[in-house]
């Protein structure tokens, strides 16, 4: 990985979606780093402190709010942009995200892959 690469943590249990973002970031010449589950999530970010976190909310273990609350406790950590990238559309989750300290919220269906891949950059890149 070249040094002033940035890292984007995708946090996604289905492991087709996982893999299109892998791609998909790789040829926009993003490093990536993949998480199934809340806990390897938090170890891992912990570890990696990568550059942006892509967010599902429906994970094993622990879930994405949990995520959220875990890293934004730790002061290293919590400056990390979250996008909350999640199948869940009602306005409650959308609240308790952003409130949680994302950046940005999502809704799988209604985001095409390219424009995340677009929020990836104003965040990284701007």
Do not use: C, W
């Not at 990568?50 to 949990?66: N, R, V």
């Not at 308790?96 to 892959?113: C, F, H, Q, S, T």
């Amino acid at each position: 990985m070249a040094e002033n690469m940035k890292k984007v943590m995708i946090v996604e249990d289905d492991e087709h979606i996982s893999k299109v973002y892998e791609i998909k970031l790789a040829k926009e010449g993003f490093a990536t780093s993949l998480a199934v589950d809340g806990e390897e999530a938090v170890a891992k970010i912990t570890a990696e402190k990568p550059d942006l976190i892509i967010l599902d909310l429906m994970l094993p273990k622990k879930d994405g709010f949990g995520v959220l609350e875990d890293i934004k406790k730790v002061p290293a950590l919590a400056r990390i942009p979250v996008i909350v990238l999640s199948n869940l559309g009602q306005k409650i989750d959308q609240d308790r995200a952003l409130a949680l300290g994302a950046k940005e919220y999502l809704v799988k269906v209604d985001n095409p892959i390219q424009e995340v891949i677009n929020k990836v950059k104003g965040y990284l890149y701007s």
